[in-house]
């Protein structure tokens, strides 16, 4: 099976700083892309960024310029740099992995979530 383990959320002030970290562990071939989602009461998740196996990244558009996503694939770990925080990115995030579990089989996992909370 495979486990997802976010870590780094925390309280922090607008215009602070935090960096979260997921590590995937447990049996699998590898992992294609990786990234972040976040969601708040009452509205559907959203993703936030992306990143594929080679390093191509994605972002939303809300987190452009503020949030950088990277990964270590030796360590089967993806991070996400928040600066400039703003109240608005209060949310859970989540980690999500596309993991190949047997040859040609991927399957998306997701993280249990942590808790990101921004004060004005």
């Known amino acids: 099976q495979v486990q997802l383990v976010e870590s780094g959320g925390g309280l922090v002030q607008a215009g602070g700083s935090l960096r979260l970290s997921c590590a995937a562990s447990g049996r699998f071939f590898s992992i294609n892309a990786m990234g972040w989602y976040r969601q708040t009461p009452g509205k559907q998740r959203e993703l936030v960024a992306v990143?594929?196996?080679?390093?191509?990244?994605d972002y939303a558009d809300f987190v452009k310029g503020r949030f950088t996503i990277s990964r270590d694939n030796a360590k089967n770990t993806v991070y996400l740099q928040m600066n400039n925080l703003k109240p608005e990115d209060t949310a859970v995030y989540y980690c999500i992995a596309d993991v190949v579990t047997r040859a040609t089989v991927a399957i998306n996992f997701w993280g249990p979530g942590t808790q990101v909370t921004v004060s004005s």
């Open positions: 990143i594929n196996s080679g390093g191509r990244t």
